[in-house]
Nanobody, 125 residues
Framework: VQLQASGGGLVQPGGSLRLSCLTS????????VGWFRQAPGKEREGVAC???????HYVDSAKGRFTISRDNGKNTLYLQMNNLKPEDTAVYYC????????????????????WGRGTLVTVSS
């Protein structure tokens, strides 16, 4: 199982970025997948996930600003991020994960199966 994230970079507050995650070694269409992030000095946290039938779920901080999508034919997961804020600065990882998980464990780390290599997003003026 491999998940390779790309598309990170430096962006000003209010700007946008689109992250991509190319997957291999498994059949993407059979798995719920998502995005997690880790900010400097903080623990990893969930951001968004998408089920096999393309139902999307978001943490509160991402609702209305981020959009997760998947293209099973291209084995690729996406995260469109708009209106970025300095607190969005983090390394972003694509993962296989439950989506969103049992009540009380939504976006729990225990549900993550595989982690990909991350991509750094820096939001700064």
């Amino acid at each position: 199982v491999q998940l390779q994230a790309s598309g990170g970079g430096l962006v000003q507050p209010g700007g946008s970025l689109r992250l991509s995650c190319l997957t291999s070694g498994f059949t993407l269409e059979y798995y719920p997948v998502g995005w997690f992030r880790q900010a400097p000095g903080k623990e990893r946290e969930g951001v968004a996930c998408i089920t096999r039938d393309a139902s999307a779920h978001y943490v509160d901080s991402a609702k209305g600003r981020f959009t997760i999508s998947r293209d099973n034919g291209k084995n690729t997961l996406y995260l469109q991020m708009n209106n970025l804020k300095p607190e969005d600065t983090a390394v972003y990882y694509c993962v296989t994960t439950w989506c969103p998980g049992p009540e009380g464990e939504h976006f729990g780390l225990r549900g993550v199966g595989s982690w990909g290599r991350g991509t750094l997003v820096t939001v700064s003026s």
